[in-house]
């Protein structure tokens, strides 16, 4: 929360662009941060894929490729959490 308030804040006196303004409050970026908050609770597995996965679709977005949230990126990511499951599983 004071990451994204001090970027709202930078982004009120125009220091920050509104192009990166837009990526910054993004559904990708909300992935972004739940793999970062999987990281910091030690779920490498899980927490990584989810960073890729969104960090892959944040470059989606910057670079205007256009993909289907419903026919690309939640069958993805039931892919990479049950992939992380199972990788989890056999680390046991």
């Known amino acids: 929360m ?3 308030g ?3 804040l930078l982004s009120n ?4 662009s509104p192009a990166f303004m837009d990526a ?9 941060a739940v ?16 960073t890729a996965v969104g960090g892959l679709l944040l470059l989606f977005d910057v670079f205007d ?5 419903e026919k690309f990126v939640l069958p993805l ?7 992380a499951c199972v990788v989890k599983a056999l680390q046991k």
């Open 2 to 4: 004071v990451v994204c």
């Open 6 to 8: 001090f970027v709202w």
């Open 13 to 16: 006196y125009h220091l920050v």
């Open 24 to 32: 910054f409050f993004s559904w990708q970026m909300l992935i972004v």
């Open 35 to 50: 793999g970062g908050w999987l990281l910091c609770a030690r779920n490498w597995t899980l927490g990584g894929a989810v």
């Open 65 to 69: 490729i256009y993909i289907s949230f």
């Open 77 to 83: 990511l039931v892919v990479v959490g049950g992939v």
